[in-house]
């Protein structure tokens, strides 16, 4: 199963709404995780099952979908938001997206 | 404080092997699927391998079926990767990771990540 993810990259200032979209080359259910990665760090899970929030994760971060299609959506980005987010289907195995670069506009 | 923390990797030849470990500690070990993730320089994340917690299902990505083992050791907390036949294109950072939910045969997302240890392949 293929995840593609758009946009690649984005600019974005303190305040905007944020969202980024993953789609799957099949349906998946819900069987998607989000992943937030900073430089040098290693991944940190933000919303499993699509759109579980995991517990110490800002309500501001929200996903939505199911099938082939998903969002991630931070509602007021952050400074501390700005990173790499990753989608991963765990439908068939596991593969993740290509990554969104979410950077400082 | 759970954790995870891996060691092994380091410069190798093409075409030898490396063993890498991750000891975990915090959690309890064996109620957790574990997983291998690989993240090659500047680029993006790569699922590996993973495994059950009591080693009963067990899955390779295409990229390294026929090369890489994995394996678990509950008594020692500690989970492994055997890597044989080692490529260029094997070079990366490699975490490992735990599933968030106990008692999942194989996949879930993953709440708890090790810090890496970098595999480079070159002669």
């Known amino acids: 199963i293929q995840l593609t993810q758009s946009p690649s990259s984005l600019s974005a200032s303190v305040g905007d709404r944020v969202t980024i979209t993953c789609r799957a080359s099949q349906g998946i259910s819900s069987y998607l995780a989000w992943y937030q990665q900073k430089p040098g760090k290693a991944p940190k899970l933000l919303i499993y099952a699509a759109s579980t929030l995991q517990s110490g994760v800002p309500s501001r971060f929200s996903g939505s979908g199911s099938g082939t299609d998903f969002t991630l959506t931070i509602s007021s980005l952050q400074p501390e938001d700005f990173a790499t987010y990753y989608c991963q289907q765990l439908n068939s195995y596991s593969t993740f997206g290509p990554g969104t670069k979410v950077d400082i506009k | 404080e759970v954790q995870l923390v891996e060691s092994g990797g380091g410069l190798v030849q093409p075409g030898r092997s490396l063993r890498l470990s991750c000891a975990a500690s915090g959690f309890t070990f064996d109620d957790y699927a574990m997983h291998w993730v690989r993240q090659a320089p500047g680029k993006g994340l790569e699922w590996v391998s993973g495994?059950?917690?009591?080693?009963?299902?067990?899955g390779y990505a295409d990229s390294v079926k026929g090369r890489f083992t994995i394996s678990r050791d509950n008594a020692k907390n500690s989970l492994y990767l055997q890597m044989n036949s080692l490529r260029a294109e094997d070079t990366a950072l490699y975490y490992c990771?735990?599933?968030?939910?106990?008692?999942?045969?194989?996949?879930?997302?993953?709440?708890?990540w090790g810090q890496g240890t970098m595999v480079t392949v070159s002669s």
């Open positions: 495994i059950s917690w009591n080693s009963g299902s067990i």
């Open positions: 990771a735990k599933v968030w939910r106990v008692g999942i045969q194989l996949f879930d997302a993953f709440d708890i």
